[in-house]
């Protein structure tokens, strides 16, 4: 993430930092000259592996290449505290990894038991194990996740229907993905059984025996059989095939009520129809 820069300011700075050559005031000398916050900030981001072979953060730079420490002579603060790495700090000695891994403990963690329920445990440890810990950091500290985690800290059981009762968003699709991956949730056929349990039933509304079979057609041709190409069968599609089907019932039962058959139907029948399927 870089930041944009100011406007350079040469009156103020007049000698330029030795690594972008622009006028921004210089916040360390290096061996290969002043550098700027943002050079500053760069190379504590810059990772690889140093002609000496060494792996890690290369803020240095010699004949062009980035270099470690050692090589290149930069004194820089770069050792978590906590786990020993070489890595930008975020704050109190710690990088960004620690760091986040302190935020997901302490909004996973229920209050009353001091712990992290068993099932949320491969969640706390998929979150902390992001790639990119500053990306995680901004993710996890917008104010609708960390609610919504704290929610989920405290939730008494683990189950699609939990889910389903937080409010709809995407970070609680994107845990809700992150559980299912890690097998804390079932993957979702749930939808599926539950729409064939519905339509089971909703046929049998059907007033006349030969529309109950073309609305039976209709349910699996149409909507079971989307539904069976789909890798899950999401909410809308639940309910949209749910309404469908009623709307298509309620159209035959009408015409049942009415003395049509099918074939006899007309465009004027169709408008009254649609009358009653709004209503
Ligand atoms: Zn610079
Ligand atoms: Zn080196
Ligand atoms: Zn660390």
């Known amino acids: 993430m870089s930041r944009p820069r100011k406007a350079e300011d040469p009156t103020r700075w007049p000698v330029p930092c030795a690594r972008c050559g622009q006028h921004h005031q210089t916040v360390a000398r ?20 140093c002609a000496c072979g060494h792996e890690g953060v290369l803020p240095g730079i010699i004949d062009d290449q980035p270099a470690c420490r050692q090589c290149s002579g930069i004194r820089l603060n770069i050792d978590c505290e906590s786990c020993g790495a070489e890595d930008e700090l975020h704050s109190g000695g710690r990088c960004w990894t620690c760091v986040l891994g302190s935020v997901v403990d302490d909004l996973l963690t229920d209050p009353i038991t001091g712990s992290i329920a068993n099932e949320l445990v491969p969640l706390a440890a998929a979150l902390k194990s992001m790639k990119r810990a500053n990306s995680g950091m901004t993710w996890i500290r917008q104010r609708h996740v960390t609610a919504f985690l704290r929610n989920l800290a405290v939730a008494p059981k683990f189950s699609h ?14 845990v809700r993905g992150l559980l299912t991956e890690h097998g804390v949730l079932p993957r979702r056929d749930e939808l599926r059984t539950r729409y064939e349990n519905w339509a089971a039933e909703a046929i049998e509304r059907t007033t006349e025996p030969q529309n109950r ?3 039976r057609r209709y349910v699996r041709w149409h909507h079971q059989r989307r539904m069976n190409h789909m890798d899950e069968v999401t909410r809308g599609t639940f309910l949209r095939a749910k309404q469908q089907v009623t709307v298509a019932i309620d159209l035959l039962n009408w015409l049942t009520d009415h003395g049509i058959s099918l074939p006899d139907l007309t465009q004027a029948h169709l408008i009254c129809s649609s009358h009653l399927s709004r209503a």
Do not use: M
Request: aromatic share 14%; with cysteine.
């Open 30 to 49: 290096w061996p290969d000259g002043g550098v700027c916050g943002y050079c500053y900030q760069q190379a504590k981001r810059t990772r690889g592996t």
């Open 213 to 215: 079979e073309l609305i």
């Open 161 to 174: 229907e939990t889910f389903d009762e937080l409010p709809d968003s995407r970070t609680r699709e994107y």
